[in-house]
Each structure stands twice: as structure tokens, then as C-alpha cells.
């Protein structure tokens, strides 16, 4: 396929998708083509793009077909520990007070993949609002991707969407049943559609997207071109209720005019509320005298406050894990977060520890490398899930300065990274880890779908493989760490799924 066709077929690409192909996925999209041309029988890659760009419609079956080899679908549970906390614990209950009096909220998962975001605010919201069934709630997922969407409405997943998630919360909300089967009430609450971001026209009230309280379109627009971002930043606008809120993946609105939103910036993320400042503001982040007033939330229907004062002060959710075990120590009029709720932070550690290991290490009075180690990796982790990145990444520099084969802390480094939006550094850190531990696979399965987020699969499969082949060495039923509760047959079954999805 010549430059010419190459550069027209990325330009259809872009006008129906807003995906951006870069040089180094050319290889991909000619695959896609030749696959595509192939199977049609048509004489001529020329011929496959005359009728892609006859067809105008993203959701026609072959544009389906199409856009499934070009995009990535990979999400989890929970996914990014910070944002989900700062959603519980401040905006959840900002939208929940807002609407008291009407009990309507509408809520939208923009490019759900495969269901496990909007499923997972399901879940949040079913812990905060105990009668959620009494209110009108609208949460919404959408995607390009039909397929995804099929199987988001089955609400049937594999371990592998669970792998940073709480085993309690897994226990909670689904049974399995050749497959792990999420609760009937918390599928209830999500509607599905297939719907086109960079297409679709909204506010928009036959497909109910208008007056939205919360946006959440996260790991979409990294692979959108500006312009198509922009577009769509201005329809989310205009599908936003006043003040609604727009969350979107780490640093994925960087240089764009946001001239209607008003960034808030907490210290595990960044959120964007419409800027309308002629509506009156909700009581208690303007009224420090009306905080005290409550609105029932709370799985025990405790009543909880009204969201106090400085809600949006820097810091505050940042902090939230280390008070949460002083919760006795808070005034009594302070919202309580939902302590039988905890999601796993997207680091790829084992769970368990929390912040109250940052306590405990400090007892710790160590006399020889292994354990300084071991406190300071507890020190490092605990930071890191309560969202304080930069201490995080000293305590594991200081570790490495100490022994630099480390796997812990390197690891650590790694996911922290990912976090942070530094890829490239990310894949250092994996690198390393193999140089010191080439049988490490968690290694080659984080690098893997790092290269598969740049769409370089020719690296994403190469990791994939080798991840296969240390995989073929242990027993089907060994964990493997760091994940939680993942095992080798699950893990394998979950590669081979990647990478038949990219032959
Ligand atoms: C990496 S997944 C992100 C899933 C989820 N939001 C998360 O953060 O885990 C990106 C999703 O965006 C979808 N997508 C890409 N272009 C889109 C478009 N133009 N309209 C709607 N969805 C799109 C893809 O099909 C894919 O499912």
C-alpha cells in the first residue's frame, strides 16, 4: 500500500473516529486492509478504501470490523485507584447533594470498552446510596466498539478485569458461573449503546446525553488527534449540566482550550466542572454554615453532611487514606467516606497493606539491608496508594541506591510512572527488571500493554509471547505476583485472547 492510500485511509479514520494513526502503526493499519481486502475478495486495497469511505456510518458492520482491529479495549475494574477515591469521596457526593430534592442524577461512561468503568460506578454508587432504587439515575456507557458493548451488557468477566480490585468487592457483586457474573441489581443500573464521539451529535436527547452530571471518558482521547479531542471537549461541554463534572485520563486535555471548564486540581487528579458561574453554588462549598446540614448516603443510611467547606482544597483527597484510619479522630460533622469500600490502587501490588503500614514502617527500626528495605518498600507503597507519588518515588530511589536488582520497588517505580503519565519512563524501570530477573512476567505483561497503548504491536506481541512462554514453565495454578489472586492459566488464557485479537 502506497503513502498516498496509507495517508487517505487515515484520514477517514480520522473524520469517523477521531483516532490518530501515527507512522509506526502503519504497519497495523496495512494489516487491517490487506485482512480486510482479503477476506471481501476485493481486487485492491484502493477498492477496500472506496467503499470504507462510501460507507459514512461508524457503526455500519464493515466500519465495525474495521475499527476493531485499530482500537484497544483494554480496561479493569476500578481502573486508577486515585480518581475512583476522589469520585467517592467528593464528587459522588457533591452530585448526590446537588439533587436531593429531585433525585435524578445522569451519569455517563464515554468509551466504556467492555463495561468495568461504568459497572464500578455502579458499584460506588450503590455503596453511597442505599436507595439508589428510588431515584431516577441514568448511567450511561457507550463506545465505537459493538462488540465491546455486547459484552458489557452480559456483565460476564474473566479474572483478568478484577486485577487491581479489592477481593471483597469480587466477593460482593458477582458468583461465578463459567465466567464471574456481576449482580443483577448493580447490571440493572447501566445502559449500554454503541455511540461515536467523534460523530455523534450531542447534547442530544433522543440518546438521553444532555444535562450530565459526570462525564467520564478516560484512555480515550490518548488516542485521538487534538483537533478531534477539541471537538468532542466542546460537545461534552454542551452535554454537561451546569457545573456537571468531566473526568478524563491523566494529562489527556493537555494544551487544549478549556476556556468553559474550570480545572480542580486534587492530588491524585485533575477534574474539569463546567464553568457556569451564574448558577448558584451548592451549599456547603460556599457556605461554610450550611455543611452542617445532611443528606442521607451511607450503605447503613447514615446520615452523612452535606460536602463541607473547601471541598476542592488542594491535598484533601491526597490525604484521605491516611485519616481514613483516624476516622474516630475526625469531627463528627465531617462526611465519613464509605469505609467498607476500598479499591485496589492501580499499582500492581498485592492489596493488603494500606496507609497505616506508613505507621508501622516508621516503628520499624531496622538493622540490616534486608529489612531497611523492607520498611522503606512499606513506606514507598503505602505512599503510593494514598496517592503521594513524589515521597513514593524517593523511598524507592533510596531503595535501588541500596540494591539496584530490586524487583519491589522497581516494579513499584514502573506503575508510578504509568500513573504519572510517563510511559517511557515506565518501560525503564520494566526494563530493568527484566536485565536482572528475566523470569519475571508481570515485567513482559506491563510492557506489553504499554506498547500496545502506542499501538506498537509488534513489540506489544513480542512481550506477549515471551510472557507466554515463562507462563508454559510454571504450574497452571501458581500465582503470579505481583498481581492479586491472578493465576498462571488465567493469565495465559488472557494473552492468548490478545493476541488473537490482533492476528
Ligand atoms: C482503552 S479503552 C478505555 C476504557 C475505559 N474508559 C477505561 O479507561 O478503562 C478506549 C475505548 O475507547 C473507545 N473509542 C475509541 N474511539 C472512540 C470513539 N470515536 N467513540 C467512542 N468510543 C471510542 C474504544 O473502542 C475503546 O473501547
Known sequence: ????????????????????????????????????????????AHEYYCQLSDDSHSQSPEWQKFILMLTTAETFFFRHKGQFGLLRDHILPQILWKHRHDRTMRLWSAGCSTGEEPY????????????????????????????????????????????????????????????????????????????????????????????????????????????????????????????????????????????????????????????????????GITSKAKSSQSVKIGQSGTA???????????????????????????????????????VSIETGLPEKADVRAIDKSAKVTPDDTADKIEALYLKAKSYANSGKLAKAITFCRQIMAMENSDINSCYLLACIMQEKGEPET?????????????????????????YEAEHDFKWAKKMWLTALNLLAQVSPDDLIAPYDQVRALTLTRHIQHLIGQMD
Open 1 to 44: 500500500m502506497d503513502k498516498l492510500l496509507t495517508d487517505q485511509f487515515k484520514k477517514i479514520i480520522v473524520e469517523r473516529t477521531g483516532l490518530y494513526l501515527r507512522t509506526q502503526d502503519n504497519e497495523k493499519l496495512i494489516q487491517a486492509v490487506n485482512r480486510r481486502t482479503a477476506i471481501l475478495k476485493l481486487s485492491s
Open 120 to 283: 464500578s460506578l455502579a458499584m460506588l454508587i450503590n455503596e453511597l446510596l442505599p436507595d439508589w432504587e428510588r431515584w431516577n439515575i441514568l448511567l450511561l456507557g457507550t463506545d465505537i466498539n459493538a462488540s465491546a458493548i455486547a459484552k458489557a451488557k452480559t456483565g460476564i468477566y474473566g479474572d483478568w478485569s478484577f486485577r487491581m480490585v479489592d477481593p471483597d468487592i469480587k466477593k460482593r457483586y458477582f458468583k461465578y458461573k463459567s465466567g464471574w457474573v456481576i449482580d443483577r441489581h448493580i447490571r440493572a443500573m447501566v445502559t449500554f449503546r454503541t455511540g461515536n464521539l467523534r460523530q455523534d451529535p450531542f447534547p442530544d436527547t433522543a440518546s438521553q446525553i444532555y444535562d450530565i452530571d459526570l462525564i467520564l471518558c478516560r484512555n480515550v482521547f490518548i488516542y485521538f488527534t487534538f483537533e478531534a479531542i477539541s471537538a468532542v471537549v466542546k460537545k461534552f461541554c454542551a452535554a454537561l449540566t451546569d457545573e456537571g463534572f468531566l473526568m478524563t485520563g491523566y494529562n489527556e486535555l493537555h494544551g487544549q482550550n478549556l476556556h468553559n471548564l474550570k480545572a480542580r486540581s486534587f492530588q491524585t487528579s485533575t477534574i474539569y466542572q463546567q464553568n457556569n458561574v451564574t448558577k448558584s453554588q451548592m451549599p
Open 304 to 342: 452523612l453532611t452535606a460536602p463541607p467547606n473547601n471541598r476542592f482544597a488542594p491535598h484533601v483527597t491526597g490525604d484521605f487514606l491516611i485519616t481514613h484510619s483516624q476516622s474516630d479522630k475526625k469531627p463528627a460533622s465531617e462526611p465519613q467516606p464509605s469505609n467498607n469500600f476500598t
Open 426 to 450: 515506565a518501560k525503564k524501570y520494566l526494563k530493568r527488571i527484566i536485565y536482572f530477573h528475566p523470569d519475571y512476567i508481570a515485567a513482559y505483561v506491563e510492557l506489553a500493554a504499554l
